[in-house]
Nanobody, 125 residues
Framework: QVQLVESGGGLVQAGGSLRLSCAAS????????MGWFRQAPGKEREFVAA????????DYADSVKGRFIISGDNAKNTVYLQMNSLKPEDTANYYC??????????????????WGQGTQVTVSS
């Protein structure tokens, strides 16, 4: 079993930066694929970024490529999402997710086995 707790959300002006953290407990998450997803009001949850350290694989949604960076610290069992050049359209609840194994698609929600409770990010114009 894996527990995930996100933190670091908040209110920021457009153009600003935030760093989200996802602390994992229960098992060492270096064996897992880790993903960030987000859900804006009235919209479906969407993929943001993913990392799989076994293969050194990193993936980003086109909407955040070049602005967001996913990384992790094995010693702290924590994965991060550095968000730069934030835009009002980045406003959403951000969720961390963990997958024991990705079968087909890092960007698919149903590949992930564990989810955090989410942290709100609000970007003002």
């Amino acid at each position: 079993q894996v527990q995930l707790v996100e933190s670091g959300g908040g209110l920021v002006q457009a153009g600003g930066s935030l760093r989200l953290s996802c602390a994992a407990s229960g098992r060492t998450f270096s064996n897992y694929a880790m993903g960030w997803f987000r859900q804006a009001p009235g919209k479906e949850r969407e993929f943001v970024a993913a990392i799989n350290w076994r293969g050194g694989y990193i993936d980003y949604a086109d909407s955040v490529k070049g602005r967001f960076i996913i990384s992790g610290d094995n010693a702290k069992n924590t994965v991060y999402l550095q968000m730069n050049s934030l835009k009002p359209e980045d406003t959403a609840n951000y969720y961390c997710a963990a997958a024991r194994r990705i079968y087909r698609d890092y960007e698919a929600e149903n590949e992930y086995d564990y989810w955090g409770q989410g942290t709100q990010v609000t970007v003002s114009s």
